[in-house]
């Protein structure tokens, strides 16, 4: 059995209201320019903010699912970083107009060794509630957490990518 990373930033990726795709460079003061492609995720003020797309479940699909959130912080680290993950399985011939699954959650507020512009790797364990099948769309939402973010400073997404496990 081998572990799997199916990257999820890709062409059907949405923007939340304030979210928004920039540069390293043009979202913190480097001494070293970096051009490398960011998603600005502000910090929540009274809603939740984030991203949402879709995948396919690969044939090799067997499970352990986890999404992978890999970010640059733009702050000095402080107080609570939460993200939430929600998603919904859609077969053929099956409405899309349904709600997604309850959320599933992770947060950060040990920030020792951490500082302003360092990368940081935030995992979250996915619960659907219908076993995920091979072949089968996932919709998704992965956002800041209005509930338990404590944050005032904005993370920069570099990657995010759905790990599983295969046979």
């Known amino acids: 059995m081998a572990n799997h990373w199916l990257p999820m930033l890709d062409e ?3 923007f939340d209201i304030g979210v928004y795709p920039s540069k390293l460079s043009s979202e913190m003061a480097l001494t070293n320019v970096k051009p490398q492609a960011c998603i600005v995720l502000p910090y929540p003020t009274g809603s939740d903010i984030g991203i949402s797309g879709l995948f396919k479940l690969p044939a090799n699909y067997v499970g352990t699912p986890i999404v992978l959130v890999e970010l640059v912080l733009d702050g000095t680290p402080a107080n609570v970083l939460a993200f ?3 998603q919904i399985q859609i077969d053929e ?3 899309v107009d349904v709600a ?3 959320e599933d959650l992770v ?4 920030w020792t060794g ?3 512009e360092e990368k ?3 995992s979250i364990t996915v619960t659907p509630t219908l076993t995920y099948s091979p072949g089968k769309w996932i919709m998704w939402h992965l956002y800041r957490d209005d509930s338990v973010d404590t944050t005032t400073f904005n993370v920069l997404l570099m990657k995010v990518f759905f790990q599983y496990s295969d046979a």
């Not at 947060?107 to 040990?110: A, L, P, Q, V």
């Open 114 to 116: 951490y500082a302003d």
């Open 100 to 102: 997604y699954e309850t």
């Open 93 to 95: 011939e099956t409405t």
């Open 107 to 110: 947060n950060k507020s040990s």
């Open 12 to 14: 059907t990726l949405q």
């Open 120 to 122: 940081c790797v935030l």
């Open 84 to 86: 939430g993950f929600q």
